[in-house]
């Protein structure tokens, strides 16, 4: 376009696109924030039924103590019930969700052989507060039959990532990039801090719900907004990079949750991290892509003065030049597309179902969207289920975010030295094998289970940060915006399915790395068989984006075989006149 000659003239990164770049990706960490948040916020810990009156006396096995607050600490996530004995002198045995009074019991032992009363616990529970001092499952019961109530949290969070995707991308398009990162990150700080004085588990569904809304909203014009903004020599860096900030998020999150156990008020100290942002970001100038495309051209001119002496330069470039030949270019093109495509008026509209025009077409749109999803799910699987692993469950939290910065590292030189292709497929097939090997690890060697699990979270995210401007590669400008719009939705998906793979940790502590090693390894030996698209021009046509890794031989003869049909139908068309 020819509003790229901007950064040719004024620098590709310079001083200005480098204040507003990382004044912009600073506000990115509180989506990593908000995402992970919930980790800690519906953290239940060890509890058991409690019981009427006073307890005096507790035995597990041969533990004894005066409380079930002292006990429950030192028996952890046993499985055997504790025995209790009150006051008035009732023997009670107490599981998580169900309590037995035994019936004229002779002595206090453990093991007890008469008959017992068995009823479910009616919302009274005793917590070990130990690790956990208050969470929103402690302060609202959200356990046995209420406990699906807990695990909504994170689903419905990204729900509202899906909707709040979908809402403010296509506002910014209307109303400016600058109006929805002002908007989304002061109801970011808004409704962060609202959630921590939720009255109840309804309002604090409804408002993180909200949250997850302009959290995403800000995550999805952002990336926008900085590629706009700085040139094409580094807007691969730049836009792999907002990645790295949601990932200093994750070890936020975790930093927070290690220091502060009380929900609440850890949920302000999480809102409250990036508020700085908003003293300056209302002094965010809108994009000069966007400024032309509505004709605000003065605004455009007074934006290119900024920049040139914010930079130390002298600003030659007028606005006016900007638009000039791209209009004698459009004018040439249309004239051109009127000569050589007459027949074909009026223009066809073009749907999803263009991506799979081919067979070609249709598989490679399978298998990016493929890559979409597991990436998605991989990434949060391996985020939000790291705190499952075994260990210390916040420095496991810190190092699912600290191991993305080296992978969007890493990811940006193997792409533009070896290729997209031989950068994607090999990540996600590392991803599989270091998921599936956790099979084989012995349950008493944690650490080498995190460690696989780090690898694979590494992989997935190089996979993940690379995806994005693969997509435009694959396919030409008249469905470009559509095939990255379809692939961002089953991104989506994949978010939405990934806190329902994490509860199936409850069944075997492993099977959520395994499930996405066994999809990761399927789908990086599916993208062995996309095309690479390094170095090669963007495509303007499907028959173009078509015949994208073949060779040129076959190229050749398949135009000429094409060109000759089209001849012959043209001969049999003149004669049928």
Request: with cysteine.
């Amino acid at each position: 376009m020819t509003v790229e000659r901007i950064f040719d003239e004024l620098g590709h990164f310079k001083r200005f696109q480098a204040c507003l770049y990382f004044a912009a990706v600073f506000q990115a960490t509180a989506c990593g924030i908000h995402y992970l948040a919930s980790v800690f916020l519906v953290e239940t810990p060890n509890f058991v039924c409690g019981v009427p009156g006073n307890v005096t006396d507790v035995l597990y096995g041969n533990i004894t103590g005066s409380s079930l607050e002292e006990i429950l600490p030192v028996i952890g996530s046993g499985s055997g019930p504790l025995v209790v004995r009150t006051a008035e002198g009732e023997q009670w045995e107490l599981s998580r969700c169900r309590c037995a009074l035994r019936t004229n019991p002779e002595d206090f032992t453990y093991e007890f052989s008469g008959n017992k009363t068995v009823k479910e616990c009616s919302g009274n529970f005793v917590y070990d507060h130990t690790e956990v001092h208050q969470s929103i499952v402690t302060d609202w019961d959200l356990v046995c039959d209420k406990e699906w109530l807990a695990k909504l949290c994170q689903p419905t969070f990204m729900l509202g990532v899906l909707i709040g995707a979908l809402v403010f991308g296509d506002i910014a398009d209307r109303v400016g990039r600058v109006k929805i990162l002002m908007l989304t990150s002061l109801c970011q700080f808004g409704l962060g801090v609202f959630v921590a004085f939720s009255l109840n588990y309804y309002l604090f569904v409804v408002l993180r719900f909200l949250l997850a809304m302009v959290s995403s909203g800000y995550l999805v014009v952002v990336f926008v907004y900085v590629t706009e903004f700085t040139g094409i020599k580094v807007r691969t860096w730049t836009s792999m990079h907002v990645h790295a900030a949601f990932a200093v998020g994750i070890m936020v999150v975790a930093l927070i949750g290690y220091l502060v156990r009380v929900w609440w008020i850890y949920q302000i100290i999480l809102s409250i991290c990036t508020s700085p942002y908003l003293l300056f970001c209302w002094k965010f100038p809108e994009t000069p892509f966007y400024l032309m495309a509505k004709g605000r051209y003065k605004e455009t001119q007074a934006l290119l003065d900024t920049i040139a002496r914010c930079n130390g330069l002298e600003c030659r470039l007028k606005a006016e030049e900007l638009l000039e030949p791209e209009r004698k270019e459009n004018g040439k093109a249309l004239l051109q597309q009127e000569v050589e495509e007459r027949p074909s008026q009026p223009e066809k509209k073009l749907s999803i179902l263009d991506l799979f025009g081919s067979w070609r077409m249709a598989g490679r749109t399978c298998t990016v969207w493929a890559i979409w999803f597991v990436g998605s799910l991989g990434y949060y699987v391996f985020s939000l289920g790291s705190v499952n692993l075994g260990g210390n469950q916040y420095v496991n939290l810190f190092l699912a975010g600290a191991v993305e910065i080296p992978s969007y590292l890493v990811g940006c030189f193997a792409m533009d030295r070896i290729g997209r292709k031989k950068t994607c497929a090999p990540a996600l097939l590392l991803a599989g094998v270091a998921c599936m090997l956790i099979i084989v690890v012995p349950a008493d060697i944690q650490a080498l289970a995190i460690a696989l699990s780090m690898i694979g979270k590494f992989a997935v995210a190089i996979a993940f940060g690379l995806i994005y401007l693969y997509t435009c590669e694959l396919y030409p400008t008249i469905i470009r915006s559509l095939a990255v719009g379809s692939g961002s939705m089953m991104c989506r998906v994949g978010s939405v399915v990934a806190p329902f793979c994490v509860y199936l940790a409850d069944v075997w502590l492993y099977l959520p790395q395994l499930i996405v090693g066994i999809l990761a390894f399927i789908i990086g030996v599916l993208t062995l068989l996309l095309p690479e698209t390094l170095g090669k021009p963007l495509t303007t046509t499907l028959k173009e984006a078509e015949s994208l890794g073949r060779d040129p031989g076959k190229k050749s003869s398949s135009l000429s075989d094409r060109n000759a049909e089209d001849g012959m139908e043209l001969k049999q068309s003149e004669t049928k006149a």
